[in-house]
C-alpha cells in the first residue's frame, strides 16, 4: 500500500517535524522577558474576569452583564504563559549549573 511505502514515511517524518519546530518556535522564550510577571499579570487579569462571571452568572447583576467576555482571552494566554514560562526556568536552571 502507499501508506507503507519509503517516500510516504519520510513525508510524515518531514510533516512531523515541521510542527514540532513551528510548536517549538510558539512556545520558546524570548531572552530578557520576565515570564513571572506576565504570568502574574495574566493571573490578576483572570481573578478579575472570575469575579465579573461571578457578580453576572452567580449574583445576577444586570449591569455587568456579559462584562466578563472581555477577560475570556486571558484564559488561554495564562495557559501559553504556564508552558513557556516553565521552559525559561528550565534554561535558567540549566545556565546556571553551566
Known amino acids: 500500500s502507499d501508506e507503507d511505502s519509503p517516500l510516504a514515511e519520510r513525508s510524515s517524518r ?4 515541521r510542527s514540532s519546530t513551528m510548536i517549538s518556535w510558539f512556545v520558546r522564550p524570548v531572552e530578557g522577558i520576565n515570564y513571572n510577571f ?3 499579570m495574566y493571573l490578576f487579569f483572570l481573578a478579575i474576569g472570575a469575579v465579573l462571571v461571578t457578580l453576572d452568572v452567580a449574583l445576577g447583576v ?5 462584562l466578563y467576555l472581555i ?6 494566554a495564562t495557559l501559553w504563559c504556564l508552558v513557556v514560562r516553565r521552559r525559561w526556568l528550565a534554561e535558567a536552571k540549566a545556565a546556571k549549573e553551566d
Not at 518531514?14 to 517535524?17: E, K, L
Not at 444586570?62 to 456579559?66: M, P, Q, V
Open 38 to 40: 506576565i504570568l502574574g
Open 62 to 66: 444586570e449591569a455587568l452583564k456579559g
Open 71 to 76: 477577560f475570556a482571552p486571558f484564559l488561554p
Open 14 to 17: 518531514r510533516r512531523s517535524r
